[in-house]
């Protein structure tokens, strides 16, 4: 079993910064990838951005250059780091870890963490 804890979302300004934080614990040996995903009121849940143990990232087009993904392999934990936000990065951000990137199977989700962009 995999247990998932996120923190790090809130209420922002837009142009304003929010770091998100996922640790894994359990079974997690085999859980190559880590990443994020977030769902908006009325809209189907979309990947934001996805890393492998190795390093590699991969990210949605629209939050190129404003957030960045990391690991800490040491800790079994991932973050987003979110710059330059948008009110339509409004959206509950979920953390996901799971075997291979090609495929949603086996895959395991945080609670998720609520991010409001507003002035």
Do not use: H
Not at 76 to 81: A, C, E, F, I
Request: net charge positive.
């Amino acid at each position: 079993q995999v247990q998932l804890v996120e923190s790090g979302g809130g209420l922002v300004q837009p142009g304003g910064s929010l770091r998100l934080s996922c640790a894994a614990s359990g079974s997690i040996f085999r859980l190559n990838i880590m990443g994020w995903y977030r769902q908006a009121p009325g809209k189907q849940r979309e990947l934001v951005a996805l890393t492998s143990r190795g390093g590699s990232t991969n990210y949605e087009d629209s939050v190129k250059g404003r957030f960045t993904i990391s690991r800490d392999n040491t800790k079994n934990t991932v973050y987003l780091q979110m710059n330059g936000l948008k009110p339509e990065d409004t959206a509950v951000y979920y953390c996901n870890v799971r075997p291979t990137a090609t495929t949603l199977a086996g895959s395991y989700w945080g609670q998720g963490t609520q991010v409001t962009v507003s002035s």
